[in-house]
């Protein structure tokens, strides 16, 4: 009598979780696309490009961005700063594998030339422009 139940409970189960699955939308991507972003990362000769994927509700995207800003301001034209709102722009962090936030992609010449996922200080950052 218990395998019955126990064979009827997962019959159940697996009709409750197929039908649930069928009602289910494709998740929607939204923002720009990877042909926008790669224009984006576009610059001259001698300059770096860092990307900063970051979302408003994440915390150490918050504690990161006075010394971006300060990064910015040293830097002058030697560096293009682009920030994208992971929130906003899911198709792209989708296509570059940006799966936890902040993340840090440093190009130069259209190339990548280091990058970081998490929390990173300065100093960190500073070394790979040299």
């Known amino acids: 009598m218990q395998q019955k139940i126990t064979i009827v409970m997962a019959a159940l189960f697996l009709l409750c ?3 649930t699955q069928a009602q289910q939308q494709p998740v929607k ?3 720009m ?3 926008q972003y790669k224009t984006l990362i576009k610059s001259g000769p ?5 990307v900063d994927f970051y979302a408003d ?4 995207c918050k504690r990161m961005d006075p010394f971006l800003e300060e990064i910015k301001k040293e830097m002058g034209n ?7 709102n992971a929130d906003s722009n899911t198709l792209v962090c989708n296509e570059l594998s940006v799966f936890s936030l902040p993340t840090l992609f440093l190009y130069k010449k259209e190339q990548m030339y280091w990058f970081n996922s998490g929390y990173t200080g300065k100093e960190e950052i500073l070394s790979h422009m040299k």
Not at 46 to 50: A, I, P, T
Not at 57 to 60: A, R, V
């Open 46 to 50: 001698d300059q770096w490009v860092l």
């Open 33 to 35: 696309s990877l042909k």
């Open 17 to 19: 979780s197929s039908s």
């Open 57 to 60: 509700w994440c915390g150490p």
């Open 78 to 84: 030697r560096l293009k700063m682009v920030r994208i």
């Open 29 to 31: 991507m939204k923002g």
